[in-house]
Structures are given as structure tokens and as C-alpha cells.
């Protein structure tokens, strides 16, 4: 069965340093990748996504991630987090074969103070 | 352009009574899943339907829940004699194939 495994359940951060949420994920085949973002009373919001080709993607806001196949991971960085970037953090696998659906991994709350 | 959306955004019911929860996909997108995210289980995948495809109902954790999903467009998920553990907010998202998911706001369901 598939899983996500995400490190850190809560972090906290001061503005400008610099984060990586840790991501693994347990399928044997080809795999698709996610992070999702949640701001405060919001809906889930796409950051990136890894599909094929280049390991090293980007996305919105200045998040990027890298796919490590031999470590089964994929994970979110960005150099200098802001205020803004509080919120939770969920990365997800759609498994090759498994249709659509997405396998969440339980979540990592960022704080970043002022 | 509209995105998805979910009726109602909050839901307050008694044990035992049924629910039903209804989702606006983005039009034109032929997959539509629901999830649901709960405090202890975190964000679950509950069924998928893709075209004329049979739903993949893999994720429903009983026989009292449901879903159909009419002229392949608008999904109703319904649960029958609701609990306590049902309490959750349950997310429809769509995408066009397999492609990136677009989730809605939710509806929150509280069951006393």
C-alpha cells in the first residue's frame, strides 16, 4: 500500500531562514508528486508538482523540491520563508496505476514569527 | 474562472441522521474526488470517479457512506446514520483527467 511520511509535525521559524519540509513516500512504481499548501481558512492550494524529467522543480512563491528516487523522498525548500508562508504543508503521491487519487501525508505546520 | 464549490460549507446534525453534501466541479474536468480531513487521520481519500468509469470506491470507510456523481458533473456524497467519528471536514477536488487536483473550501461536518 502506499504511504507518506511527513518528518515534522510543527516549525517554527523567524523570517529569512531557511526551511525544507522533509517528504517520503512507500510505492514500488513510477509515482507522481505534490505539496499542497493550506493557509489560515483557506482550501488547499497547489505549490509544486513533479511529473517526470527535470528532479528539481519549482513552484509558486519561491518553493521549490527535489525528487531523490533512490531516497523515496521529495522535499519542499525555500530559502527564506516569510511571514506569510505560515500555514500547514501536506505532500502527496499518486501511485502509477492508481487512477487519480492522492495519499496524503499527515501534515507539517509552519510558523514563522516576525 | 469559478473553481469548485461546496455546499454547505458548515453541517451540524444529529447521530443517526443522514447528510448529504454536494460538489460544483471546475467545468470541463473529468475526474472529481472526495477526501475528507479529520484531526486524527489527516486528509483521506474516500472515492474518485473518472468519466463513465466505475468510481473507485476504495476509500469509503463504511457502508453507510456513498457517492454519485450526475451527468458527470455535480457529486453528491451522502452519509446514512451518521456518528460522532464522522465529524471531519470533507473536501471534493476535480482535474481534468489525472492531472493537478483543485480542491474546494470544504464542508465542515459536525455530528452530535
Known amino acids: 500500500a502506499q504511504s507518506v511520511s511527513q518528518h515534522n509535525h510543527h516549525v517554527i521559524l523567524s523570517e529569512a531562514a531557511s526551511l525544507e519540509l522533509g517528504c517520503n513516500y512507500s510505492y514500488g512504481g513510477t509515482v507522481n508528486l505534490f505539496w499542497y499548501v493550506q493557509y489560515p481558512g483557506q482550501h488547499l492550494q497547489l505549490l509544486l508538482k513533479y511529473f517526470s524529467g527535470d528532479p528539481l522543480v519549482k513552484g509558486i512563491k519561491g518553493f521549490e523540491a527535489e525528487f531523490i528516487k533512490s531516497k523515496f523522498s521529495f522535499n519542499l525548500r525555500k530559502p527564506a520563508v516569510q511571514w506569510s508562508d505560515t500555514a500547514e504543508y501536506f505532500c502527496?503521491?499518486?501511485?502509477?496505476?492508481?487512477?487519480?487519487?492522492?495519499?496524503f501525508g499527515q501534515g507539517t505546520e509552519l510558523s514563522v514569527k516576525p | 474562472g469559478a473553481g469548485v464549490s461546496q455546499s454547505p460549507s458548515n453541517k451540524v446534525t444529529e447521530k443517526g441522521k443522514d447528510v448529504e453534501l454536494r460538489c460544483d466541479p471546475i467545468s470541463g474536468h473529468t475526474a472529481l474526488y472526495w477526501y475528507r480531513q479529520s484531526l486524527g487521520q489527516g486528509l483521506e481519500f474516500l472515492i474518485y470517479f473518472q468519466g463513465n468509469s466505475a468510481p473507485d470506491k476504495s476509500g469509503l470507510p463504511s457502508d453507510r457512506f456513498s457517492a454519485e456523481r450526475t451527468g458527470g458533473s455535480v457529486s453528491t456524497l451522502t452519509i446514512q446514520r451518521t456518528q460522532q467519528e464522522d465529524s471531519a471536514v470533507y473536501l471534493c477536488?476535480?482535474?481534468?483527467?489525472?492531472?493537478?487536483?483543485?480542491f474546494g473550501p470544504g464542508t465542515r461536518l459536525t455530528v452530535l
Open positions: 477536488a476535480s482535474s481534468f483527467r489525472a492531472d493537478t487536483q483543485y
Open positions: 502527496a503521491v499518486n501511485g502509477e496505476g492508481q487512477g487519480g487519487k492522492l495519499i
